[in-house]
């Protein structure tokens, strides 16, 4: 018996990372899993693993960029299993459409390029703003649980991440909005603002080593968290029973970084 049993999940970014050990423990929790992600033999990896386990997922790769495949990722996903009851919209786009990158490199505010505006944006808040409008009919009939991503880059205005800034704090409007909006059918929609060790993170770092090492350094309890260790059961709890009465919130995944 797990806290998600027969419950239907779609994680979008679940090709690594934090969407990757999403999909895993929610599908070790009992529920059916949608991995949707960028490419295609990431997704099918993920697959693999978590049916090697002997629970139960399905692949839809899926460019969050593209609002027809998020809606095609939606109805795949009712074709499959009947309904949605939780959409975990963990995916960003870096760089462009035509260069895209695995992370942001620090720009100054005033060269920010139009392109890397348009596609941070498309892949970031109209990717949650699609994923939530696709799944709705489905979660307004049964209720549902959302969770959207944001970032503490965007919260405190880290310098050269013009572009992932704004598109961050929009997803947190967007969040406040549907929460307020579609309470009265018991969807809750919230915002998970993580500090978890990927490939992001580590690319990231790579581009702003110590502005990055400092941050760890502000870390109280002294370490960078494991997306599955650590991230892991916090995305459960939210999804789970006892979550239903949380709603428009943002939290903060982070060993105490940043406080509020
Ligand atoms: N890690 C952190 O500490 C941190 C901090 C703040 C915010 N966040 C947020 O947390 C979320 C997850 O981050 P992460 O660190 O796990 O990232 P990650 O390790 O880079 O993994 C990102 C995943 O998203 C997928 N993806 C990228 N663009 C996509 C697109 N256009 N369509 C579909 N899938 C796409 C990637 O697919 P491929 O396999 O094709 O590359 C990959 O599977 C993001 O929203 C990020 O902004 C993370």
């Known amino acids: 018996m797990g806290v998600l049993d027969g419950k239907v999940a779609i994680v979008t970014g679940a ?89 942001t490199i620090p720009t100054p505010l005033e060269d920010t390029d139009d392109a890397e505006w348009d596609y941070t944006f498309r892949t970031g808040a109209s990717a949650t703003l699609w994923g939530m409008q696709a799944v709705f009919p489905h979660m307004k009939v049964n209720g549902g649980r959302i969770i959207n991503f944001s970032s503490g880059s965007g919260i405190e205005g880290f310098p050269g991440n013009t572009c992932y800034n704004a598109t961050k ?40 080593t110590d502005f990055v090492e400092g941050l760890k350094d502000k870390m109280p309890l002294g370490f960078l968290g494991d997306a599955e260790e650590h991230g892991g059961p916090w995305m459960v709890w939210l ?21 509020n």
Do not use: C, H
């Not at 969050?64 to 074709?79: H, L, Q, R």
């Open 15 to 103: 090709g690594r990372g934090i969407g990757k050990a999403t999909a895993k423990v929610y599908a070790r929790e009992g529920a059916k899993v949608v991995v949707a992600s960028r490419t295609p033999a990431n997704v099918q990896k993920v697959v693999d693993e978590i049916t090697a386990e002997g629970f139960i997922a399905i692949g839809v790769p899926t460019d969050v960029g593209k609002k027809d495949e998020m809606f095609n990722m939606v109805a795949k996903t009712v074709e499959a299993f009947g309904t949605v009851d939780i959409l975990v919209n963990n995916a960003q786009g870096f760089g462009t459409e035509e260069n895209p990158r695995a992370s």
């Open 169 to 208: 704090e929009a997803i947190r409007a967007l969040t406040r909005t549907a929460a307020r909006e579609w309470g009265k059918y018991g969807i809750s929609v919230n915002t998970v603002n993580p500090s978890l060790k990927t490939d992001a993170w580590d690319n990231w770092m790579a581009n702003n």
């Open 239 to 259: 999804a789970s029973k006892g979550g239903e009465y949380v709603t428009g919130m943002t939290f903060f995944l982070n060993g105490g970084r940043y406080m």
